[in-house]
């Protein structure tokens, strides 16, 4: 392990086999604490969002998103100092590079940069190194398909790598966080937040495809920004007792969960299937990987970790949480280990909203026909919204990977309609 000084430590492997990551505490968000004078000022739609990515922070600086006095800046992070100007030449070719067959040796000459040494210090300079080391490495291992992945990341790319990964409380490896939340960028710095002024910050091969599938799903987590509002307001309803409030932000809710559908809709690009699914199983529980990967600097135990996937999204687990759904014993589990592939901060703010009061609780013990119907509504959009991503699942992805994830999203889909208040 590298810790921030640049000290090499040795990885403890027991703590990273099957997927673990060791991740730094992360900021409270103090939902649901009523004890103070000053709960209601950590309870601001202001203060839970600083709780939360940039990325979705942004998202939320639109016409119709009333945060007052937003932090962060408009723009994302594209390009590196100029000292990592050799991750970034290799990252802007890669499509080039992989279908030539000739990203391995260009990785192979690159110098091993220390992001510590080199003050790499900017949470949003850091998760683009992220970006940018996590798309190289997918690339360094599966160039020559299935059949030719390597043993061993080498040590100028897998120490950067874990070194930026410690400091992110980030696994070394593609995640959704990356992927999507970090991939974006404006074509016109002052334009909206729409599909036609984005584009991808770094791409693999099939780039129009790939930019599809990584823009709808953008503007999915972009349609469910006023629902993580909403569960503020409503957890903040509940502790208020203020039935009218609540009533509006479950409204508020349920109109967003049906935004992310729509917004989901416009995924119509087949071709993004092999990548895709490759993406997602990466080396854990993969047959093409059994062992892992060694990280070459950092650990002479192959270490194993899950690929990108929908489930290290923050905001389906915090509507989860917010309406008490409860999947079975094996899908919870993996949900679980999911969350370990976060930013902290949102990781932190899902757990926050599962120590709140039980919505439904509250619900059920107002005898508020209201309310129970306007929970209800929103239990019905997360079910709608899960259906919909299964006919999107099974109708992109390779068929045999494709019924085996969609037994599983079935299985979620259906312990969601469970969580409807019966009359």
């Known amino acids: 392990m590298f810790c921030k000084g640049g000290r090499r430590q040795r990885v403890a492997p027991a703590q990273h086999r099957g997927g673990g990551c060791v991740v730094p505490s992360a900021r409270p968000c103090f939902l649901h604490s009523p004890t103070s004078s000053s709960a209601d000022a950590r309870l601001s739609p202001g203060h839970i969002f600083s709780c939360l990515s940039p990325e979705l922070l942004r998202s939320c600086m639109l016409p119709?998103?009333?945060?007052?006095?937003?932090?962060?800046?408009?723009?994302?992070?594209?390009?590196?100092p100029a000292p990592?100007?050799?991750?970034?030449?290799?990252?802007?070719?890669l499509p080039r590079l992989i279908t030539s067959h000739r990203l391995r040796s260009h990785v192979h000459q690159v110098p091993e940069l220390s992001f510590p040494a080199l003050e790499l210090s900017q949470t949003r300079e850091l998760h683009l190194a992220h970006l940018v080391l996590s798309f190289i490495t997918m690339g360094y291992l599966w160039q020559e398909g299935e059949e030719g992945t390597v043993k061993v990341l080498p040590q100028n790319l897998a120490v950067p790598f874990w070194e930026v990964s410690q400091a992110l409380?980030?696994?070394?490896?593609?995640?959704?966080?990356?992927?999507?939340?970090?991939?974006?960028?404006?074509?016109?710095?002052?334009?909206?937040?729409?599909?036609?002024?984005?584009?991808t910050i770094i791409s693999l091969p099939g780039a129009e495809s790939l930019r599809g599938f990584i823009l709808v799903t953008l503007l999915v987590e972009?349609?469910?920004?006023?629902?993580?509002?909403?569960?503020?307001?409503a957890i903040r309803a509940i502790l208020q007792l203020d039935h009218e409030t609540l009533h509006e932000a479950l409204q508020e809710l349920a109109e967003a969960i049906g935004d992310m559908t729509k917004a989901l809709a416009r995924m119509v690009s087949?071709?993004?299937?092999?990548?895709?699914?490759?993406?997602?199983?990466?080396?854990?529980?993969?047959?093409?990987?059994?062992?892992?990967?060694?990280?070459?600097?950092?650990?002479?135990?192959?270490?194993?970790?899950?690929?990108?996937?929908?489930?290290?999204?923050?905001?389906?687990?915090?509507?989860?949480?917010?309406?008490?759904?409860?999947?079975?014993?094996?899908s919870t589990a993996f949900l679980h280990r999911m969350r370990h592939y976060m930013p902290p901060p949102h990781r932190a703010f899902v757990e926050e909203i599962h120590r709140a009061p039980s919505l439904r609780q509250h619900v059920l013990s107002s005898g508020d026909a209201r309310l129970r119907t306007a929970f209800?509504?929103?239990?019905?959009?997360?079910?709608?919204?899960?259906?919909?991503?299964?006919?999107?699942?099974?109708?992109?992805?390779?068929?045999?990977?494709?019924?085996?994830?969609a037994g599983f999203l079935k299985s979620v889909r259906d312990t969601t309609r469970e969580g409807l208040i019966r009359a």
């Open 270 to 330: 087949p071709s993004t299937h092999d990548l895709v699914m490759r993406l997602d199983v990466v080396w854990k529980d993969n047959p093409a990987m059994p062992g892992g990967l060694v990280y070459e600097g950092v650990s002479d135990e192959p270490l194993a970790y899950s690929g990108g996937s929908a489930a290290q999204s923050t905001v389906l687990h915090a509507f989860d949480e917010l309406l008490g759904i409860r999947h079975s014993e094996e």
């Open 84 to 93: 990592y100007g050799p991750w970034m030449e290799i990252a802007h070719d």
């Open 222 to 233: 972009k349609a469910a920004v006023p629902g993580i509002k909403a569960i503020v307001q």
């Open 169 to 199: 409380g980030l696994p070394p490896i593609l995640s959704h966080a990356d992927f999507v939340l970090a991939n974006w960028r404006r074509k016109n710095p002052n334009g909206p937040l729409e599909i036609e002024n984005l584009d």
């Open 64 to 80: 119709g998103c009333a945060l007052t006095a937003p932090p962060s800046p408009l723009s994302t992070k594209t390009e590196l």
């Open 376 to 405: 209800n509504r929103c239990v019905s959009a997360l079910a709608d919204f899960r259906s919909y991503h299964i006919t999107i699942v099974t109708k992109y992805i390779a068929v045999a990977a494709a019924k085996a994830k």
